[in-house]
């Protein structure tokens, strides 16, 4: 048993209490107060103390949706994030090519053609810069890519191939491939691509993990299943870690397409044969693994018992009905304002999504689906009303989620709004800086004030909770705290994107707490600082709670992310 003290603590309880210390009895905390108070209260049963002295303490920050595997991969390859022209991202390929061995496949991400003003690259000029070696760079999005010759070549695609029912080439007007790929016509490429070790992904799965922790996330609802090649590889490498000593709560999503080997998974094998009990097992927690490169340092009781029931839980059918706005492939109900031509890329028909959503149901699973347009949220709608509410099956809570829903007709809010508790809708805060002011060519001024309705949908009673979408966005949740309050570039000087939609400070931070733990299900054990609950804690260098400037969330710093009542990540 030991004490946090020297906080400025906020509980985020119903009755918005502050704290100053806290005391923590193995995982969980037992008494919240002042010092004075719980030292007469449990004297000498306190073993240890943490004074934080006057930083800011609150309940554990939570990404309702990520790729941590994605984020750990993609800081392991060339990271194209914020290039602002064709020559500089020219420029980086080829300096990371010359390192690779000839014939090495140059992989990166990140890239975003709206920043660049000269436009992205040719095939020509990227073949150049690759020096010869395959190439392929996703875009930021992730549902477009640019591809050179020999990267089409290595996938056995040439200016004769047909495009797939779900994605397509981009050509230029001769019909020759011009580089662009857009959705899952990506998919020659990528199993072109030589697959990584079992080791390799789980070095990237653990920086991905280490990065979460080092921004104050305590617990993240992440989908990693196809970057890792099924779910019982994911499953095997998230328990390994957490038996080295990784402390990150993790909530796995499922894609649809492994759903049933995730279910001969938890009901046959693996030592898990009770999905009522959220497949209660026990694992040893030792300490961290030497010789890693992390972010941070981590300190581990020497022998813990971690009950794997609070740190590793499977979650809903993961689906996708359409794309982004980024690449044109979000599914719009009217046409592109800045492309007559497309309305963009449905990924089923109403029928096959509702086919899809009964048969995950079937299994025991609720759905999340990425929906971005508003034809493709109408389409969701429908499947999930035709489907009926889940039922408690594999996972640990009944709840759908749709995910991101960034355009919201008015039209469909009612019927989300019916959907009641049974649905979360997961917003990323940070999408809106980043795609306005663009977003308004592509949809028109009309459209685009629709786009990230936030206070709309609480106003309409939606449940919301908030994530990142790294490494689509930086995975920081303060970040996200920013953007859901000021619309705006963290160093932007306008006044934010239709700032009706905006939320309050402490709405977007329990967007990253209470909200993002109603969406598991976890919400009477995780979000708020009180006797009972979880000790998840993120310390924060100053207050971001009632600061005295927004941009000061912008500027905070994570002092100590504090998980199950061990420190996880320390400055």
């Known amino acids: 048993m030991w004490l946090l003290t020297g906080a400025n603590g906020y509980c985020f309880d119903l009755e918005n209490t502050r704290f100053d210390a806290v005391v923590v009895d193995g995982a969980s905390i037992v008494a919240v107060g002042t010092a004075t108070e719980l030292r007469l209260q449990f004297g000498g049963r306190l073993d240890r103390t943490i004074d934080v002295g006057g930083a800011t303490v609150i309940p554990g920050l939570v990404d309702s949706h990520l790729h941590v595997a994605a984020l750990g991969e993609q800081s392991l390859a060339l990271d194209l994030t914020g290039v602002e022209s064709r020559s500089d991202l020219l420029a980086r390929v080829t300096r990371h090519a010359r390192q690779l061995a000839p014939g090495a496949w140059v992989q990166g991400s990140g890239w975003d053609d709206n920043r660049m003003q000269d436009g992205v690259p040719t095939i020509d000029e990227l073949d150049h810069a690759a020096g010869g070696r395959p190439l392929l760079l996703t875009r930021v999005c992730r549902h477009a890519y640019l591809a050179n010759r020999a990267a089409f070549e290595r996938a056995g695609l040439s200016d004769t191939s047909l495009d797939p029912a779900e994605g397509s080439y981009g050509r230029d007007a001769s019909g020759k491939l011009n580089g662009w790929v857009y959705e899952n ?98 694992v040893h927690i030792g300490g961290a693994n030497e010789g890693l490169a992390h972010i941070g340092s981590v300190r581990m009781s020497a022998s813990h018992d971690l009950d794997l ?104 809010l009612q019927r989300m709004a ?79 994107y239709n700032l009706a939609e905006a939320l309050t400070l402490v709405e977007a931070i329990q967007l990253f707490t209470s909200d993002a733990c109603f969406a598991n299900g976890s919400e009477g054990r995780k979000g708020r600082v009180v006797a009972g609950t979880l000790a998840d804690f993120t310390v924060i260098d100053r207050d971001v709670v009632d600061p005295r400037h927004p941009d000061d969330v912008r500027d905070a710093r994570v002092l100590r992310t504090i998980v199950g009542g061990e420190t996880a990540f320390e400055a």
């Open 185 to 282: 016509a990506s998919r020659p490429l990528l199993r072109a691509i030589p697959s990584w070790t079992e080791a390799d992904w789980e070095h990237a799965l653990e920086v991905g993990m280490r990065s979460a922790l080092a921004v104050g996330i305590t617990a993240v609802h992440t989908d990693d299943t196809r970057n890792l090649g099924g779910f019982a590889p994911t499953w095997r490498l998230y328990r390994r870690l957490l038996e080295r000593g990784v402390r990150l709560r993790v909530h796995e999503l499922v894609d649809w397409h492994v759903l049933s080997e995730a279910r001969a998974v938890l009901l046959g094998g693996d030592g898990l044969t009770d999905a009522a009990q959220s497949h209660r097992t026990s």
């Open 309 to 412: 029931t609070d740190w590793l839980e499977v979650g809903a059918a993961k689906l996708f009905s359409d794309g982004a706005f980024g690449g044109r492939t979000a599914w719009l109900s009217a046409p592109y304002s800045d492309a007559p031509a497309t309305c963009g890329t449905p990924m089923y028909t109403v029928a096959e999504l509702t086919e899809r959503v009964q048969q995950a149901r079937h299994l025991g699973f609720p759905v999340a689906i990425h929906c971005i347009g508003d034809a493709a949220l109408d389409t969701v709608l429908t499947a999930l009303e035709r489907a009926g509410r889940p039922t408690m099956g594999i996972t640990a809570v009944a709840r759908d989620r749709i995910i991101h829903a960034e355009l919201v007709r008015p039209d469909l």
């Open 418 to 496: 019916k959907l009641g508790e049974s649905a979360v809708i997961d917003v990323q805060p940070r999408f809106v800086p980043s795609d306005f002011p663009w977003v308004a060519e592509r949809l028109g001024p009309e459209r685009a004030a629709s786009v990230g309705a936030w206070r709309t949908m609480r106003a309409h009673g939606l449940h919301l909770a908030g994530g990142s979408d790294a490494p689509i966005e930086p995975v920081s949740p303060l970040l996200g705290v920013h953007a859901a309050v000021t619309r705006r570039q963290p160093d932007g000087t306008d006044p934010g």
